[in-house]
């Protein structure tokens, strides 16, 4: 059996995450500065895509997902059009948003590891209910 590797998985998606709050707060402190050019980082989906991950079934009870119509699409960096008279093209709008974004997305990670934890305690206890 293969070892879990969820806690490095969530460890990176977290890094991720942290990158692009640099990067989201760096646009927003230079909202005003002429001549900024907004950055963003590569999708988290696209960091995976360059990981091998595969689903593998060690139980007869799993679903089947080699073959089955389950695939992710690729996802499209936002373009801005919106430049100032100045050259800046940071949109506070779209900056909160992917500010907000982050928050929702560390929150969901924090989640899941949370339940992982809770699942792995409660079977290295065992039923002791």
Known sequence: ???IQLYALASRQAEWLAVRQKVVAGNIANANTPGFRAGDIEP?????DKQTLALA???AQHMDVAGSALESGAM???????ITHSGNDVNLEDELRKGGEVVREMSLN??????????M??????NQG
């Open 76 to 82: 499209r960096p936002a373009q801005t059009d919106e």
């Open 44 to 48: 988290f989906s696209a960091v995976l």
């Open 1 to 3: 059996m293969e070892p």
């Open 121 to 126: 305690m409660s079977t290295t206890r065992g």
């Open 57 to 59: 079934k060690t139980s």
């Open 110 to 119: 924090t989640a899941i590891i949370k339940s992982f934890h809770r699942m």
